[in-house]
């Protein structure tokens, strides 16, 4: 059982920073891919980022790519989003998750049987 908790989230204007960061509660956190999803209102939940055990493979959605990035920490069982040049577009609940990668669908989320209560970013123009 992985249990993950989000914080970093906030309003922020457009064009500038924020960073999230997950928790998560194992002891095996280093056998675990690495990701976020996030969900707008009245939207699908979609894939942002994932990195693998040991960060040799590191994803992006195309409409987050060149502004976010993300990193992991195994000492400290943390993942984090840094996250720039926020658009308006980029406003809804971010979810840490936990799981396994694979090459082809790493932006599945059914590789992801665990999953954070999410945390609120919020773009103002």
């Known amino acids: 059982q992985v249990q993950l908790v989000e914080s970093g989230g906030g309003l922020v204007q457009a064009g500038g920073s924020l960073r999230l960061s997950c928790a998560a509660s194992t002891r095996t956190f280093s056998s675990y891919a690495m990701g976020w999803f996030r969900q707008a209102p009245g939207k699908e939940r979609e894939f942002v980022a994932a990195i693998s055990v040991t960060s040799s493979y590191i994803h992006f959605a195309d409409s987050v790519k060149g502004r976010f990035t993300i990193r992991r920490d195994n000492g400290k069982n943390m993942v984090y989003l840094q996250m720039n040049s926020l658009k308006n577009e980029d406003t809804a609940v971010y979810y840490c998750?936990?799981?396994?990668?694979?090459?082809?669908?790493?932006?599945?989320?059914?590789?992801?049987?665990?999953w954070g209560q999410g945390t609120q970013v919020t773009v103002s123009s």
């Open positions: 998750v936990a799981g396994t990668y694979y090459s082809t669908s790493y932006d599945s989320a059914r590789n992801y049987p665990y």
